[in-house]
Nanobody, 118 residues
Framework: QVQLVESGGGLVQPGGSLRLSCAAS????????MGWYRQAPGEQRELVAR???????NYPNSVKGRFTISRDSAKTTLYLQMNRLKPEDTAVYFC????????????WGQGTQVTVSP
C-alpha cells in the first residue's frame, strides 16, 4: 500500500510560479513510475508530467518548457515546479504512483487546488 499527500497549491497570478510537493509513504518499488495529473472542472483528468524509474521525463506540449518534475533520491518526495503559470493551468493537481508491470499498482493522492487568476 502507498499513501500520497500533496501540498503547495494555492492562488497565484498569471506569470507566477508554484512548487507542488507529494510525500509518499509505504512500499515504493524502484521500478515505479511517478507522475502529476490535473483535472479542471468538467474536464477529464490529464497527464501533466511523468518520471520513470530511470529518471526519464515527459510532458504534454501544454506545459513543456514551463513545468519540471523531479523527485528526491529516496523517491519519497515528488515535486512539480510550475513557472509562467496561465489561467488554463487552473485545476486540482494529483500525485500518482503506478507499477511498471502490475496494473493493480495505481495510487493517487487527494489532490491540491491550483488557481491562476489576476
Amino acid at each position: 500500500q502507498v499513501q500520497l499527500v500533496e501540498s503547495g497549491g494555492g492562488l497565484v497570478q498569471p506569470g507566477g510560479s508554484l512548487r507542488l510537493s507529494c510525500a509518499a509513504s509505504g512500499i515504493i518499488f524502484s521500478t515505479d513510475i511517478m507522475g502529476w495529473y490535473r483535472q479542471a472542472p468538467g474536464e477529464q483528468r490529464e497527464l501533466v508530467a511523468r518520471i520513470s524509474s530511470g529518471g526519464d521525463t515527459n510532458y504534454p506540449n501544454s506545459v513543456k518548457g514551463r513545468f519540471t518534475i523531479s523527485r528526491d533520491s529516496a523517491k519519497t518526495t515528488l515535486y512539480l515546479q510550475m513557472n509562467r503559470l496561465k489561467p488554463e493551468d487552473t485545476a486540482v493537481y494529483f500525485c500518482n504512483i503506478r507499477g511498471l508491470i502490475d496494473p493493480r499498482r495505481d495510487y493517487w493522492g487527494q489532490g491540491t487546488q491550483v488557481t491562476v487568476s489576476p
